[in-house]
């Protein structure tokens, strides 16, 4: 079975900064395993177990000292650091592993079950999903080798011409085309095919304030961005397959020039629409706050408060936990709004009132502001059955079944 993808599928850099395509990948060989089974009274300490039955590809079974070996490795990594600034200790008893806390993590449990923190073999070559850790055979050219004999083995190519990929599929070079975003353009000439798919929503397009950044840390100057955005204009920029994801209460400043000789560095990574959407959104700073902006495409892990301070990213849904999306970002914690909900809802993770003014409160000062959701579009042979291209929260390879009538 052969994949065609449109930027390198094994570069990501934390649960929420990879791409939808580098989570596809990494799902096919990690599955998080534990569950979580008693927290302590103060909060400080949550202990797990290792789910029954668990095993690496090779069969052997899955310990507690394996995620343990995983998050010591997460903290080590600074793209993965500041989702775990709480952990103090992680000790591994036989099939229980228990996290010390320097304060209430209610993110914790929804983090670990992550890709990002899936378990980790001591050689670090078994997986515990359907295959094996990807292996790069040749320039932009993977193989996804099954772990179990039900699998079918899979070649990812990696296109950056997702323009092109159409004719790609209709040549015959490939079985599945799932481009992170499906030239947009093209979608009314498909769209009546028998082997065009579609996901409502697959991804969702975001504008981000870079921790570190002065902006990131300033509430307000958060507030006035958010202000400023003119949805439908977004939506405009990009053709079929958007739909807004303004939130129910957005509310449109009126043009200000408090932000005249204010310079902004905004980033973006070179997914398609993302140059026309930065484009926009450029000119609606610059049109309703006076701000200038400054473009710059990047590298997909870049994005450091000393490259840019605004970024457009591609994301999947944060964490199920209602903390996760603020409680791990630098410039909420100290956020005069966010800070007392936050301990609030910590103290009584029940509380539907104190979790209903967080999620408001997060949606109009984040330092992430969705911009657009996107379906998910792809060309499939009628040989496969399943959906490559589920919800983020949904991610299951093992869906992409293989039919002995397909080509292989």
């Not at 772990?147 to 296109?159: K, L, Y």
């Amino acid at each position: 079975m052969v994949v065609e993808i449109d930027d390198h599928p094994l570069v990501w850099a934390g649960p929420t900064s990879g791409d939808y395509l580098s989570r596809w990948m990494a799902s096919a060989s990690q599955r998080s395993l534990v569950d979580l089974i008693e927290v302590s009274a103060d909060g400080c300490q949550q202990q797990y177990r290792v789910a029954r039955g668990s095993s690496f590809s090779d069969g052997s079974p899955v310990r507690a000292r394996d995620h343990a070996r995983a998050i010591r490795r997460a903290l080590a990594v600074p793209a993965l650091q500041r989702f775990l600034l709480d952990a103090r200790g992680v000790h591994a008893d036989a099939d229980h592993l228990t996290i010390d806390l320097r304060r209430p993590a209610p993110h914790l449990p929804a983090l670990l079950r992550s890709v990002d923190l899936a378990p980790i073999s001591a050689c670090g070559e078994l997986s515990t999903g359907p295959y094996l850790p990807a292996e790069l055979v040749a320039d932009d050219e993977y193989m996804l080798s099954p772990a179990h004999a039900s699998a079918p083995p899979v070649r990812v190519v990696v296109r950056r011409d997702p323009h092109e990929a159409p004719e790609r599929y209709d040549r015959g070079d490939v079985d599945v085309t799932c481009a992170t975003a499906f030239p947009l353009y093209r979608i009314p000439d498909y769209a009546e095919r028998a082997d065009f798919r579609t996901n409502d929503v697959a991804i969702q397009f975001c504008l981000e304030f870079v921790p570190g950044s002065s902006f990131a840390a300033d509430p307000e100057a958060r507030r006035r961005v958010l202000g400023a955005l003119r949805y439908p204009d977004v939506v405009a920029a990009c053709g079929h397959g958007v739909t807004s994801a303004a939130p129910p209460f957005h509310r449109e400043l009126r043009p200000a020039t408090i932000g005249r000789r204010i310079s902004v560095r905004l980033g973006y990574w070179h997914y398609y629409p993302n140059r026309q959407v930065a484009d926009e959104i450029a000119d609606q700073l610059h049109r309703n706050l006076g701000y200038d902006v400054i473009v710059r495409r990047l590298d997909f892990v870049s994005g450091s408060a000393e490259t840019c301070d605004l970024l457009l990213a591609l994301r999947g849904p944060h964490f199920d936990a209602p903390l996760a999306s603020i409680d791990l970002l630098d410039p909420t914690r100290a956020d005069p709004q966010l800070g007392p909900l936050i301990e609030r809802l910590s103290e009584d993770p029940d509380d539907l009132d104190a979790k209903r003014a967080l999620e408001t409160a997060r949606r109009q000062r984040c330092p992430v502001i969705p911009l657009l959701d996107l379906q998910g579009h792809w060309l499939q042979r009628p040989g496969l059955t399943g959906n490559p291209w589920p919800p983020m929260h949904a991610i299951d390879f093992g869906r992409l079944v293989w039919s002995q009538g397909g080509s292989n």
